[in-house]
Structures are given as C-alpha cells and as structure tokens.
C-alpha cells in the first residue's frame, strides 16, 4: 500500500472509510482482470492444439486468482473494516494483508512462470 492509502489514527472517519474503499479497488480491480484474462485464455486454450499442455496450468491460475479475490473480500469487508479503529487495527491489518495476500499470489506467478517456460 502506498503512502496515499496508509490510514493514520488522526484520519476524519470519511476519510478513512474512502482510504478503505481506495485500499479494497486497488486490490481487486487486478484481480478481477487476472481472473477474466484467465478465462480468456481458457477458452483459446481449449480450441488450439496447444491447449492442452496450458490447460493445467491456466485452470490453477484461476483457481489461485478466485481464492486471491475470496481471501481479499474476506480480509477488507467494509463492514468489519467500519468496525476498526484507525491507527493501531489498521497498521495491524494493513502487515496482515500483505502476509495472507502473498501465498496465493505467488502461486499465480509461479504457474505463470510455468506456462511461459513452456510456451
């Protein structure tokens, strides 16, 4: 997260929540669109001849992108982020997210490391 989203515990509540909301967009925006390009590619995949050797490696890639958005509307839920504290919580949450978001993430660019060394 930037310095732009960084909440600070003297941040006014609308402020906070529109950091929140900033914060939630620029997660999920990518995500969506792994997600879409994923299917995408899917689809050629499953029409050329060289669909099967991508095939695997493109269903894990959306399998790990879909658990990549679960686990981030899970973490920024606007109700249970309302509920935080600006400061301490969010500082807290803000090293979780980092943390909890990196395994899936990973796991994308791992599987696309694979299809490129394929491809």
């Known amino acids: ?12 509540p609308w402020a906070h929540r529109a950091a929140l909301a900033h914060i939630r967009q620029e997660l999920q925006a990518p995500i ?26 493109l269903e894990r890639i959306r399998g ?8 981030s509307e899970q973490l920024l839920d606007a109700d249970r982020l309302e509920a935080l504290e600006p400061g301490h919580e969010m500082a ?14 990973n796991a994308i660019l791992g599987y696309a490391e694979m299809l490129l060394e394929e491809a």
Request: aromatic share 2%; proline share 5%; hydrophobic share 40%.
């Open 1 to 12: 997260m930037n310095e732009a989203t960084t909440l600070r515990p003297d941040d006014e």
């Open 64 to 71: 790990a992108a879909h658990d990549l958005l679960e686990l």
């Open 32 to 57: 969506s669109a792994i997600i879409g390009y994923t299917e995408m590619l899917l689809d050629e995949a499953s029409v050329c001849d060289c669909g099967d050797q991508a095939l695997p490696d």
């Open 92 to 105: 807290a949450l803000e090293s979780r997210i980092r943390h909890d978001l990196r395994n899936p993430l």
